[in-house]
Structure formats: structure tokens, C-alpha cells
């Protein structure tokens, strides 16, 4: 049970983790498979940190103007 709680926290899917399951249950090493899961896990991972950073800054720089702004403008109520 640990196994698939661990897994499913890294990504895998249900289909995935019976596939290791049945290499270990055949008596073979699941590894390379599995590092090729990993690979594209790490991957896909690196493309969301990006997509957050780059939503991150532009977040940034829209707080910048309006701070511009506040101090130009008369505040209205929200």
C-alpha cells in the first residue's frame, strides 16, 4: 500500500504502477522503464516551474505599476 501512495504523490498513474508491479512480479528490474518515467515526470516538471516563474513575473510587474499608479491617482473604493 505504501508503494502506491508513494507513487501516486510522484506522478505515476494507476496503469504505471501495475507495469512495475508486474516486472517485479516476473522477477524483472523495472528500473530502466522506470527511468524513463522519471525522465519525462522531471521534464514536464521543469516546463510547469517555468510557466509558474514566467506567471510569477508578470504578476510582479503588474503589482509594480499599480504601486505607480496608487500614488498618482485618487483610491476609489473597491
Known amino acids: ?7 501516486k504523490q510522484l506522478g505515476f498513474r494507476l496503469d ?7 516486472f517485479i512480479d516476473e522477477g524483472c528490474s523495472p528500473c530502466p522503464w522506470v527511468l524513463e518515467l522519471v525522465q519525462a515526470q ?3 516538471i521543469a516546463r ?15 503589482a ?6 496608487l500614488g498618482a491617482r485618487p ?3 473597491p
Do not use: G, K
Not at 500500500?1 to 508513494?6: C, P
Not at 504505471?16 to 508486474?22: C, K
Not at 509594480?64 to 499608479?69: E, H, I, N, Q, S
Open 1 to 7: 500500500m505504501r508503494f502506491i501512495l508513494q507513487a
Open 16 to 22: 504505471e504502477m501495475r507495469r512495475i508491479l508486474r
Open 42 to 44: 522531471l521534464h514536464l
Open 48 to 62: 510547469q516551474v517555468a510557466a509558474l516563474e514566467a506567471t510569477r513575473t508578470r504578476l510582479q510587474q503588474l
Open 64 to 69: 509594480a505599476l499599480c504601486l505607480l499608479f
Open 75 to 77: 483610491r476609489c473604493a
